[in-house]
């Protein structure tokens, strides 16, 4: 989320070492001593705790200073935790600006009975004492298992093990790859970035999994789409686990370029992957505690493996398109394709074009358009957020700092939901002001804009309703320029054979019509796959939930053995070590939770 490192000390406070040692040094000794007011006094009143598996195994948010107090020291007899200690090998304490506010920030570590945990807590000085630090957020999140840490670094393996006499490294990752006789521990759906990004780190904790996606390729979910397609988010931001950039590649990565890392990143990893298959369904045995997951392969021939584990990484979208009610479109005689299935051609130019829809897909295809030569009008339906392209990476400041992206990833878990709140609309009314004349181009030839959910523009738009803005790449000029034409929907009488008709007698006459409308949301795939009673159980899909957390992304789901591997680049790869770590709790039977 947007926050931004600043040199000025908080209040006046000492340097940020000796302000987060000394935290340390009392809050150790406080919950040593089990003393609930000792706990206290080291929090202010409006603070939060969040925890990420290491006290419990799921995401929990605490807030105010005598529910956190209370709750440490309830469950520090069951987690033992270490003695909290600055994390060796990273960033020392800095004074920086968090959530519009001031504040020591420290990475600590510590270990549990469970395994190895690091955290981060922010400071802030009472103003009476600029020594008093006092903690405003706390974050903690498990690391590793013991007797179970991931092959990484100085624990990786000296070589490839012989596990048959005479198998090469090629021998032996061709038979691990084809499960011939046995079934993976977890099958993955979906080998998307999510996807991979989860085997990967199931993979590195020792866990057999399995990847299935219905394409020809990894990578095709991206090479199949509009081909102007650009990511939006700059690279900093989207690292792979374990695999940096080339340090020549563009900041935006065009998608047939990303589509091959990708693919360049499953090899790399030596990822089981099995591409051309279709997820059929599945049903979870309670009795033997596996799924009976029935899957089609490359050759039709259908198999049914036996998980113990099934993660959903499909984008958080379901395979059906999301289409609109219309009137009068099923006469439409020209060509209707869904964004997602639109491909250019070299009969387009001169074609007429209406594209219905205001959100990414449907700016990036109307700009497409018309330098292909096409009329383009745009229909809009509802009011869409819109940002440029500067301002909208300026969300990814935390990434800058010359820092690790581990470190990076740890402070963005800190966050509690009013923090990500408070930081979006404090970061939607500066980039509004600093977009003011992009805005203003917009409302002048009629399109509506807003400012997001609770006015938390783009960012909260992605975690609220998966969608509904505009990072502007060039479209939004076109639409100010007269290039791209714009009609609201509410102007539309009806769809016809040649287009549509206006209600004051006009006509928008098209050869295509894209429908740049979205998609069903996750609930509707875990019906089509698991049926409605697994559905009902599980419940809303992304979105904060009352609790302050995403629902049922990376967490345990009510259905046992069903989880679900969500988000952009950034949240999908730091979430992805707490879902592979939950998944392995389980493995072990370290995990026993109410469902």
């Known amino acids: 989320m947007f926050m931004t490192a600043t040199k000025q000390a908080p209040n006046g406070a000492n340097d940020p070492v000796s302000a987060a040692t000394g935290w340390l040094d009392r809050f150790n000794s406080a919950l040593t001593s089990g003393n609930v007011e000792a706990v206290g006094e080291l929090f202010v009143e409006h603070s939060h705790w969040r925890d990420v598996l290491a006290f419990q195994w ?32 990273h960033t020392a304490p800095i004074n920086a600006m ?44 498990l690391q590793t298992i013991h007797g179970h840490e991931p092959r990484l670094g100085d624990n990786r393996i000296e070589r490839v093990p012989e596990d048959q006499p005479g198998e090469s490294w090629l021998d032996k990752l061709a038979r691990e790859r084809c499960f011939e006789g046995k079934d993976p521990e977890v099958l993955v759906v979906g080998a998307g970035h999510s996807g991979l990004f989860i085997a990967t780190r199931l993979q590195d904790l020792g866990v057999e999994t399995l990847v299935i996606d219905k394409l020809p390729r990894i990578g095709d979910n991206w090479r199949n789409r509009y081909r102007s397609l650009v990511l939006h988010n700059e690279l900093c931001a989207n690292g792979f686990p374990h695999l940096p950039y080339p340090e020549n590649w563009p900041v935006y990565l065009p998608k047939d370029k990303y589509a091959g890392w990708l693919e360049a990143f499953a090899e790399f990893m030596e990822l089981r ?29 259908e198999r049914t493996l036996h998980p113990r584990h099934v993660v959903l990484a ?25 964004a997602a299935d639109f491909k250019s051609s070299p009969d387009l130019p001169g074609k007429k074009a209406i594209v219905i829809g205001t959100g990414t897909s449907g700016h990036d295809l109307s700009r497409e358009l018309v330098d292909l030569g096409c009329k383009v009008t745009m229909v809009q339906r509802g009011s869409t957020q819109v940002i440029s392209l500067t301002q909208a990476n300026l969300a990814y400041a935390l990434y800058h700092e010359k820092r690790s992206t581990e470190e990076s990833d740890l402070i963005g878990l800190t966050n509690d939901f009013e923090s990500v709140v408070k930081s979006c ?106 049926g409605a009673e697994v559905a009902r159980k599980v419940g809303q899909i992304w979105g904060y939930g ?18 679900l591997q969500l988000g952009a680049i950034s949240a999908s790869r730091n979430h992805s070590k707490y879902l592979a770590l939950g998944i392995k709790a389980e493995l072990l039977g370290l995990a026993r939770r109410k469902r």
């Open 58 to 89: 799921d995401y929990r948010t605490i807030k105010g200073r005598e529910a956190i107090s209370r709750r440490l020291v309830k469950e520090t007899p069951t987690v033992q935790p270490g003695e909290l200690r600055l994390a060796k090998g």
């Open 273 to 301: 992957v099995w591409t051309a298959t279709t997820f059929l369904g599945g049903a979870f045995d309670e009795a033997s505690g596996r799924w009976d997951a029935r899957i089609r392969g490359a050759d039709g021939r």
């Open 314 to 338: 499909t984008g958080g979208f379901a395979p059906r398109k999301l289409y609109p009610k219309l009137e009068g479109i099923e006469y439409f005689r020209g060509l209707a394709v869904h």
């Open 98 to 141: 968090r959530v519009g506010r001031a504040s020591v920030e420290a990475i600590v570590e510590f270990e549990t009975a469970v395994g190895s945990a690091k955290g981060v807590v922010r400071l802030v000085s009472a103003p009476s004492d600029p020594s008093d630090g006092r903690a405003l957020a706390f974050m903690t999140a």
């Open 425 to 530: 609309q404090e970061y939607t009314k500066l980039t509004n002001e600093l977009d003011k004349e992009l805005i203003r181009g917009l409302h002048a030839v009629g399109f509506r804009t807003d400012d997001g959910p609770s006015g938390g523009g783009y960012l909260l738009s992605v975690y609220e309703r998966r969608g509904g803005y505009y990072i502007d790449v060039g479209a939004s000029q076109y639409l100010i320029d007269g290039r791209i034409q714009l009609v609201r929907a509410e102007a539309i009488a009806k769809y016809g054979p040649d287009g549509a008709e206006l209600k004051d007698g006009g006509r928008i006459e098209a050869d295509i019509i894209v429908f740049a409308t979205g998609y069903h949301g996750s609930e509707v795939e875990i019906e089509k796959y698991f």
């Open 546 to 563: 009352e609790d302050g957390e995403i629902r049922n992304a990376w967490r345990p789901t009510s259905q046992r053995g069903l989880w």
